[in-house]
Nanobody, 123 residues
Framework: QVRLVESGGGSVQPGGSLRLSCVASGYTAMSLCMGWFRQAPGKEREGVAS???????SYADSLRGRFTISKDNVKNTLYLQMNSLKPEDTAMYYC?????????????????WGQGTQVTVSS
């Protein structure tokens, strides 16, 4: 079993930045595909970014350039640096992990999920 605990969400003004963290336990992060997803009220969960065991990253096309995913294998922690935040980035952000071979931003392939951390972008 993989346990994931997110932190770092909060309220920020448009144009601001936040860094989300996700600590993994039960598996070492270097053996996992990990990703960030988000879900706004009334909308489907969508992929934000993923990072594979070898460090290969994938991003949702609309977020590439503003968001950066990274992983610290020593700390077993996944990060999401979010810059130039917009009101439409407001959502619950989830960390997810997968032990299987596939690794991209499709939510359906992930078997392990955190509880989420809320990000609100508003003036």
């Amino acid at each position: 079993q993989v346990r994931l605990v997110e932190s770092g969400g909060g309220s920020v003004q448009p144009g601001g930045s936040l860094r989300l963290s996700c600590v993994a336990s039960g598996y070492t992060a270097m053996s996992l595909c990990m990703g960030w997803f988000r879900q706004a009220p009334g909308k489907e969960r969508e992929g934000v970014a993923s990072i594979d065991r070898d460090g290969t990253t994938s991003y949702a096309d609309s977020l590439r350039g503003r968001f950066t995913i990274s992983k610290d294998n020593v700390k077993n922690t996944l990060y999401l640096q979010m810059n130039s935040l917009k009101p439409e980035d407001t959502a619950m952000y989830y960390c997810a992990a997968e032990v299987g071979p596939l690794c991209d931003v499709r939510p359906g392939q992930y078997n392990y999920w955190g509880q989420g951390t809320q990000v609100t972008v508003s003036s």
